[in-house]
């Protein structure tokens, strides 16, 4: 469903992914996971058109999505949930997910994500008219989920959904990453939590300063020597 | 009584100043530029408004409409041609540009009316009110520039705050890649603002020019830069601190030319803003400029 061919993006003259290829396949979850600045938040701004890349190719659905203007990727089934969260903090839980339906013109379709979303987020239907930038940081992070989902994405690119949570939301988390793709939702997962990452995944990807040294499916790779030493702590 | 007429006059020149700050503010808000040429556009609305009803004799709110149309579609030129290119330049260069932009037109005018000020007939068909026998007297152009600078002000921040359209505007204010990540097309939400800004600036030069009569090529200058005194004074960025920014700024000076000196007015104006970015660098309602990590 996703294919990246030889990607290389610069900033400026620093080259920070070097060739890097790998493929999604609908319905699975993918895991790309690597240390600080290995690269793997540009990877997904790369894909969702926020930087432009030097060379290479990121098929989706046969279609090049360097050809297609950044505003337009969201509509043709690709969320991003971003490293930070980035809620818009000036505007209210419910203005942040009707954000999310930005590019969506049925109002009964919209009506219907929305009451999913709040199914799946009650925490969010609670606070549906505080302010975003008043939400707690496990709030914020379901908060920009549930954003994603109100896209009704095919695929859904996740930037180190679990970073600064405590370790009860943590596995919240994880769990819910792994329901929205049990309803059908195909999900790419950057994380540095490896060891939760590859628990979830079916396949992952290794990447080490703009490289992919390692892929494989998941379970193969939390027994790999080399990933136990440098990702899982052992 | 003199005092409440000095006050009242301050609130309608400062409810102009407020409104055409919102141009300022919001184009700054989500390009994160100052538009020096707004002052001027308001200049070119003053002569639309002038050529067409002085000039061609129609009507005044068909003349006032014109010029909306024309200042709206002069807002989106300039930013298309001057200002789109330099999105990713240095805020210094896109600031040269504003101001050439800004003397451009003034050029222009200079070109076709002449250096000579022409005297604006009042758009503002409202008899001057007079009241306890005459001991007050609010003119024509206060009991509309008032109450209509009112209803712009509420029905723009309706239009912001429930309008898909303007929460789109407060995303790309506030973190544009995640606006575009919604599916926010950033440029277009930039050319909505600036239409509007300029639509609502004709609506401010109709109103001042018909309070103050006098109209050249600078004649935009000055209350230009007043308005975005305005806007910083309330706080770049925020809507409701220009409107109030704008207001206060009109009483200020309204009350200290009647009071302090006729030549200084201007001079307290921006003496008390050095003062209040002094004591608070983001204005009165504004917030800390968030600076990304
Ligand atoms: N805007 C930028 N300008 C210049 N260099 C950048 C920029 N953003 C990232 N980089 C560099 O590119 C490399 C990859 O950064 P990236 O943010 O993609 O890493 P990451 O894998 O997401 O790291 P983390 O786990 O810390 O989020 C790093 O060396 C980083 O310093
Ligand atoms: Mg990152």
Redesign the pocket.
Same mark, same amino acid.
């Given at each position: 469903m996703l294919e990246v061919k030889n990607l290389q993006?610069y900033?400026?003259v /620093?080259q @920070? /992914?070097k060739g890097v290829s790998f493929r999604v396949e609908e319905g699975e979850i993918i895991a790309l996971i =690597? @240390?600080? =600045? @290995? =690269?793997?938040?540009?990877? $997904? #701004?790369t894909i969702s058109g926020l930087?432009a890349a030097k060379q290479g190719e990121i098929l989706y659905g046969g279609v090049d999505l360097q050809k297609i203007h950044p505003h337009k990727i969201v509509a043709m089934g690709i969320a991003h949930v971003p490293?930070g969260r980035r809620v818009f903090s000036q505007l209210t839980v419910y203005e942040n997910l009707l954000m999310g339906a930005y590019t969506r013109t049925n109002k009964d379709e919209i009506e219907e994500t929305l009451e999913q979303v709040f199914t799946r987020f009650p925490r969010l239907k609670e606070r549906k008219n505080q302010m975003a930038g008043t939400l707690s940081g496990g709030e914020q992070q379901m908060l920009a989920m549930g954003r994603a989902l109100m896209s009704k994405p095919k695929i859904i690119l996740m930037?180190?959904p679990s970073?600064g949570l405590s370790p009860i939301l943590v596995e919240e988390v994880f769990d819910i990453i792994k329901s929205i793709n049990k309803s059908g939702t195909t999900v790419l997962l950057?994380e #540095?939590n490896a060891k939760k990452a590859l628990s979830i995944a079916n396949r992952a990807y290794v $990447?080490e300063? =703009?490289n992919i040294v390692l892929e494989g499916d998941a379970k193969e790779l939390m027994n790999n020597e080399s990933v136990k030493k440098a990702y899982l702590g052992e | 009584m003199n005092f409440l007429t000095h006050l009242l006059n301050g609130i309608s020149l400062g409810s102009v100043y407020s409104i055409i700050a919102l141009g300022y503010t919001m184009v700054y808000g989500i390009a994160k530029m100052i538009n020096f040429a707004h002052g001027d556009v308001i200049m070119v609305g003053g002569f639309i408004i002038f050529t067409l009803m002085s000039t061609l004799g129609l009507n005044p709110f068909f003349s006032v409409l014109a010029a909306m149309i024309v200042c709206t579609l002069l807002g989106m030129t300039i930013e298309r041609i001057a200002y789109k290119p330099l999105r990713k330049a240095p805020s210094l260069a896109v600031l040269i540009t504003a101001i050439g932009v800004s003397y451009l037109l003034q050029n222009l005018a200079l070109l076709i009316y002449g250096a000579e000020s022409k005297s604006f007939t009042s758009v503002i068909p409202v008899k001057a009110l007079s009241l306890f026998d005459g001991r007050l007297s609010i003119s024509g152009e206060t009991l509309v520039t008032i109450p209509l600078c009112i209803v712009i002000m509420i029905g723009l921040n309706f239009f912001i705050k429930k309008s898909k359209t303007g929460r789109g505007m407060i995303a790309v204010s506030e973190d544009k890649e995640a606006a575009v990540l919604m599916g926010v097309n950033v440029n277009k939400t930039i050319a909505i603002t600036f239409a509007i800004g300029s639509a609502i600036a004709a609506i401010g030069s109709a109103l001042m020019f018909s309070a103050y009569h006098n109209l050249s090529p600078t004649s935009g200058a000055m209350p230009g830069i007043k308005a975005f005194v305005a806007a910083v004074f309330g706080g770049i960025g925020s809507i409701p601190g220009a409107m109030i920014g704008g207001i206060l700024l009109g009483v200020i000076e309204i009350l200290s030319r009647a009071y302090i000196s006729t030549q200084l007015g201007d001079a307290i104006v921006f003496l008390i803003l050095i003062v209040v970015l002094l004591v608070k660098p983001t204005g009165i309602l504004g917030r800390k400029i968030q600076e990304k990590v």
């Open positions: 993006v900033y400026g /620093i @920070a /992914i =690597g @240390a600080n =600045g @290995a =690269g793997k938040t540009t990877i $997904l #701004q930087i490293e930037d180190e970073m950057v #540095q $990447l300063t =703009g | -």
